[in-house]
T-cell receptor, first 115, second 111 residues
Framework: DTEVTQTPKHLVMGMTNKKSLKCEQH?????MYWYKQKAKKPPELMFV???????INESVPSRFSPECPNSSLLNLHLHALQPEDSALYLC??????????????FGAGTRLSVL | RKEVEQDPGPFNVPEGATVAFNCTYS??????FFWYRQDCRKEPKLLMS???SGNEDGRFTAQLNRASQYISLLIRDSKLSDSATYLC????????????FGSGTRLSIRP
């Protein structure tokens, strides 16, 4: 079982709603990641936090806003999403970003539907 | 050209067969390499890290060829439970860090 916990498991929201996805890990990892995955496609990296600082932003639209309140938590705030944003959102963590410590462990994901 | 390319699949092989996948990468500065497995509607799970010296875990062997810029995964004596999508992951860190997943190879093992 994954040690990265994501909530909620499923989320349905309208285009005018504001919602947040949450991710938590207690493995002492210092790097955390958000990915978006569409059906039959590989995960696409969105954001990476390293030591609670945003390290990578893959030119994600501003309607997705990440937040890392502490080393165990990662949030993704959603506002004014479009139907094409419907996807599986995966969180991952790793000990560190570099070298042999960047093995990523994934949460089970939040399946998001935007109506 | 994509930065990371995988065999397109799908591979449909009988139980007990040996099957091999390749994954090529274009950036010679790439530093870390992994194989992940993803079952339908589940999260990716690490299968193996890949090193230049090669590594083996039971029926699975992974190799890295830096000169030709590819990684490979060999599955021997395949089981029905090996049916999944196999994703290669390539990472490098410089002025522009990158973590790139290959498009995945679907493997189906038939009885």
């Amino acid at each position: 079982d994954t040690e990265v916990t994501q909530t909620p498991k499923h989320l349905v929201m309208g285009m005018t709603n504001k919602k947040s996805l949450k991710c938590e890990q207690h493995m002492g990892h210092r790097a955390m990641y958000w990915y978006k995955q569409k059906a039959k496609k590989p995960p696409e990296l969105m954001f990476v936090y390293s030591y609670e600082k945003l390290s990578i932003n893959e030119s994600v639209p501003s309607r997705f806003s990440p937040e890392c309140p502490n080393s165990s938590l990662l949030n993704l705030h959603l506002h004014a999403l479009q139907p094409e944003d419907s996807a599986l959102y995966l969180c991952a963590s790793s000990q560190d970003l570099r070298g042999t410590k960047n093995i990523q462990y994934f949460g089970a994901g939040t399946r998001l539907s935007v109506l | 050209r994509k930065e990371v390319e995988q065999d397109p699949g799908p591979f449909n092989v009988p139980e007990g067969a040996t099957v091999a996948f390749n994954c090529t990468y274009s950036n010679s500065a790439s530093q870390s390499f992994f194989w992940y497995r993803q079952d339908c509607r589940k999260e990716p799970k690490l299968l193996m890290s890949v090193y230049s010296s090669g590594n083996e875990d039971g029926r699975f062997t992974a190799q890295l060829n830096r000169a030709s810029q590819y990684i490979s995964l060999l599955i021997r004596d395949s089981k029905l439970s090996d049916s999944a999508t196999y994703l290669c992951v390539v990472t490098y860190y410089s002025s522009a860090s990158k973590i790139i997943f290959g498009s995945g190879t679907r493997l189906s093992i038939r009885p």
